[in-house]
């Protein structure tokens, strides 16, 4: 059940139960239940644009493509999305600026997430690392068009 997967990496406490009549049923306490509520709405809204990902038209692989592979190694990349890197040491104007990770930075047009910020408080300076992705990562299309693409390499065909 992936939302109780989605509870259980928040650290929401829940119980799956199984009901004859009702089915499969994921309880939460009162006191969690808006907090439990909102984290699986926005799992939703988050997964909401695999869906058009038709489960039917996907390719399914007859063979091994990588048969002398060991479940560790690896056997091919693949470049998901690009990113640019912001390093920077920034000059504080104002102390009461706080630049710390999760803020978002405006620089040359792009929108910078803070990962990482370092405060040299006695020269005013925060030295930063922030990153902007430039486009969508879709891990679920890039393994549908790696299925397709080997899937028409079949050498038994």
Do not use: C
């Not at 925060?126 to 080997?150: M, N, Q, Y």
Request: net charge negative; proline share 3%; glycine share 6%.
């Amino acid at each position: 059940m992936e939302w109780s997967l989605v509870l259980a990496s928040q650290g929401i406490e829940h119980v799956i139960e199984h009901d004859e009549s009702k089915g499969w049923m994921l309880s939460v306490s009162e006191q969690n239940h808006e907090k439990a509520l909102g984290q699986i709405q926005q799992y939703r809204l988050e997964t909401v644009s695999y869906t058009h990902l038709d489960v039917y038209k996907r390719q399914i692989l007859t063979y091994d493509p990588y048969p002398n592979a060991g479940m560790n190694d690896v056997v091919r990349r693949e470049i998901l999305g690009r990113e640019l890197v912001l390093t920077a040491k920034l000059k504080l104007e104002n102390r009461a600026v706080d630049i710390h990770p999760g803020i978002a930075l405006e620089y040359q047009g792009h929108e910078f997430t803070v990962k990482e910020s370092v405060e040299h408080l006695q020269d005013d300076i925060v030295e930063v690392i922030g990153s902007h992705f430039l486009s969508l990562i879709e891990p679920v299309e890039a393994i549908a068009k790696l299925r397709e693409i080997l899937a028409a390499s079949n050498p038994k065909l």
